[in-house]
């Protein structure tokens, strides 16, 4: 992290977006450039670069780094929502189905739970480019699961 204040355990819905994204500098989210834009309780909006570290061969976006940016929103959403300190949010299922490529740009993720259990979070998540295409479709399943 830059800032040793920003502890990722005392994050939650109300906690500014630039704090949560500082939160989780030196992780895989900072490594794939994800920025999360915005948080409310049954939403989280993030943005991912179409970059070296993104693409695949052939120079589209990889499917692998539409996946990890829908887990990551998911993941996040779920954490924003439960006891961070007793609790956590573990990603159980991913399914996703790719539609579209992009070769550049960024593309825009838009996570909403569609589920809120006592021990699992249900989330969809679309992944659009610039223009407002849909890129991929992801739905994310999360356990939530007592610390010990």
């Keep these: 992290?830059?800032?040793?204040?920003?502890?990722?355990?005392?994050?939650?819905?109300?906690?500014?977006?630039?704090?949560?994204?500082?939160?989780?500098?030196?992780?895989?989210?900072?490594?794939?450039?994800?920025?999360?834009?915005?948080?409310?309780?049954?939403?989280?909006?993030?943005?991912?670069?179409?970059?070296?570290?993104?693409?695949?061969?052939?120079?589209?976006?990889?499917?692998?780094?539409?996946?990890?940016?829908a887990e990551t929103i998911a993941g996040v959403g779920s954490q924003l929502l439960i006891?961070?300190?007793?609790?956590?949010?573990?990603?159980?299922?991913v399914s996703a189905n790719h539609v579209r490529g992009v070769s550049g740009g960024n593309v825009h993720a838009v996570a909403k739970i569609i589920h809120k259990g006592m021990s699992t979070h249900i989330w969809n998540v679309d992944i659009k480019d610039d223009d407002g295409r849909l890129i991929s479709s992801v739905r994310v399943l999360n356990m939530i699961v007592k610390k010990k």
């Design 1 to 69: 992290m830059k800032n040793d204040s920003v502890n990722y355990f005392d994050i939650g819905p109300d906690t500014p977006v630039e704090l949560i994204n500082e939160s989780l500098e030196g992780t895989l989210v900072s490594n794939l450039n994800i920025r999360i834009e915005k948080v409310t309780g049954s939403e989280i909006c993030a943005s991912m670069p179409l970059c070296e570290k993104t693409r695949r061969p052939g120079g589209i976006m990889h499917g692998g780094a539409n996946i990890a940016l």
């Design 83 to 93: 006891d961070m300190y007793n609790y956590d949010a573990r990603g159980v299922q």
